[in-house]
């Protein structure tokens, strides 16, 4: 059972990733002002605000799932807590260098720092370093939790039956909790995808320590970069899922979900197409082999069927055939769903070619990932993370004193959201860090995204104030 020590990291994890999420919201705040001319910051504060924002979500983010995950297999399995403290120091850490290397170093090639821009070096030296350096650490630590996850989940279910194959036939004998499901998929794709980071660091500390006598292929490391970065941004959504077909039906007074053949098959296939869909990153790299892009556009549509299908249609008929006793935790979870759905759809659209060549690094790009993050996973985690400090001190989660803050919430998130999907429409390009007068309104979708957002950071200021105190008492015990 969970015990205090798990309680205590638990609630350590959720105060560090919420502190570090209001600061990163005022990052991207602070650059739509930029990008709508409302304040002035030079082009390499712009971009290394735009670096550190993006890992530092990113990071919160894939880390935020596998806190609630390990929180929640406790019930099932043996977890380590220390393990958990582990990932939590070095990811603090891991923060600490990267946000160095930004600010302090002026280290600004975004956060997929793509090859060869961390050797183009347009700030300190030792800037790049620090931050490869810092991957190291944070990744290290997910790595090595993340495999300790899996062998504890394998202690107790075999191989096939963590996948749940033995729902394939008629009355399995052993049940496999959806939980158990969703995490062994989802934490094997992160596996990989930082597997691939290992080998990607290991590439450049090779160049940058060999004094020019080892080069790389360029077209290799966009493929390394974006298959470890893409996976692991999707990978980490499926976490937050996971959480949500363990507590959804719990905190709606209602029976527990089942692995059924089609949940099952659902899954088992979201874990081969997620790991083939990056190829749509790769569309304009013409020296690409068509195979692979006509692989990432069909493992495009195959990736979000399967999960998304039988997601939504267990959460719709959970919620359509009842009646639900709302509480902040399963509203979070409900517009969750909805916003991964819609930013989902926003993913496809670009993910097909002849979209693609219209769209490809416009703000449809932050459009729809934005939504299926800030309107998606981050809402399944703060689902988890409002659910958790109220089981921590024995509260009662009271939905009605929240009305207001959900207001806030969808007209801020989706305010937000919306500017980015019009700069999109528009053709406005992404990563400007202002925009050239030929883009006439793009200003405006920047002055309105920055307002909205502001709109979305308050609703989520209202939450964490009431979870931090919930979390600090639980630390004091
Ligand atoms: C209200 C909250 C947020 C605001 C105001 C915000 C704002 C921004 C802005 C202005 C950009 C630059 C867009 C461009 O011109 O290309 C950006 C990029 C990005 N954001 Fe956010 N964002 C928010 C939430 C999130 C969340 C929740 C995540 C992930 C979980 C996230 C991940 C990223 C990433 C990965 C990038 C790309 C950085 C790069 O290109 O190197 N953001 N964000």
Redesign the pocket.
């Known amino acids: 059972m969970e015990n205090l020590s798990l309680k205590k990291v638990t609630s350590a994890w959720i105060i560090t990733i919420l502190t570090l999420f209001v600061l990163a ?1 005022t990052f ?2 602070t ?2 002002l930029n ?1 709508g001319n409302d304040i002035s910051i030079s082009p390499v504060n712009f971009y290394s605000l ?2 550190v ?2 890992l530092t ?2 990071g919160i ?1 894939s880390v935020a799932g596998m806190v609630a995950v390990n929180y929640l297999l406790a019930r099932y399995v043996k977890v380590s807590v220390k393990l958990n403290t582990f990932s939590l120091i070095f990811t603090a850490i891991g923060i600490i260098m990267l946000w160095v290397a930004a600010f302090i170093g002026k280290f600004h090639a ?3 720092f793509l090859y060869p821009l961390p050797f183009q070096i347009a700030w300190e030296k030792w800037a790049t370093p620090m931050f490869l350096f810092s991957l190291v650490v944070m990744g290290t630590s997910w790595l090595v939790w993340s495999i300790g996850m899996i062998l504890q989940i394998l202690k107790k279910y075999s191989l096939k039956q963590t996948f749940a194959w033995q729902h394939f036939s008629k009355n399995p004998s052993v049940e496999t909790p959806p939980l158990i499901l969703i995490t062994t998929v989802s934490l094997i794709g992160i596996i990989v995808c930082l597997l691939t980071a290992v080998l990607l660091l290991v590439l450049l500390f090779a160049e940058y320590y060999s004094s020019g006598s080892f080069v790389n292929d360029p077209l290799l490391m966009k493929n390394l970069t974006y298959f470890f970065g893409h996976t692991l941004a999707n990978e980490s959504l499926y976490l937050g899922l996971a959480a949500l077909y363990e507590l959804m039906p719990e905190v709606s007074g209602k029976p527990k979900l089942k692995t059924t053949w089609y949940v099952a098959l659902g899954w088992n296939s979201t874990l081969v197409f997620v790991l083939t869909a990056f190829f749509h990153h790769l569309y304009m790299d013409f020296v690409q082999p068509l195979g692979f892009q006509m692989i990432g556009q069909f493992a495009s549509y195959f990736a979000s069927i399967p999960a998304a299908t039988v997601t939504a249609f267990s959460v719709i008929m959970l919620v359509l055939r009842n009646r639900i006793e709302w509480s902040l935790t399963n509203i979070l979870f409900f517009i969750g769903v909805v916003g991964w759905v819609i930013g989902g759809v926003g993913a496809v659209i670009d993910a097909t070619v002849t979209n693609n060549v219209i769209l490809h690094n416009t ?1 449809w790009v ?1 459009a729809h ?2 939504t299926y ?2 309107m998606g ?2 809402l399944f985690c703060l689902a988890f993370f409002n659910w958790a400090a109220n089981e921590f001190t024995n509260n009662q989660d009271i939905f009605k004193n929240y009305k207001l803050t959900i207001k806030l919430l969808l007209i801020g998130g989706f305010g ?1 959201v919306l500017m980015f999907y019009f700069g999109g429409a528009y053709s406005v390009p ?3 860090a202002i925009y050239p007068s030929e883009f006439t309104y793009a200003s405006y979708f920047a002055k309105f995204g920055a307002l909205f ?1 502001l709109i ?2 308050i609703a989520i200021l209202f939450i964490f104030y009431d979870i931090l105190k919930k979390c600090i008492k639980t630390l004091s015990y």
């Open positions: 919201i991207g705040i650059m739509r990008q735009m670096t924002h993006g979500m990113i983010w975004g956060w997929t703000l932050p990932f934005h993050n800030a996973n981050v937000f992404r990563r400007f957002a979305y950071l």
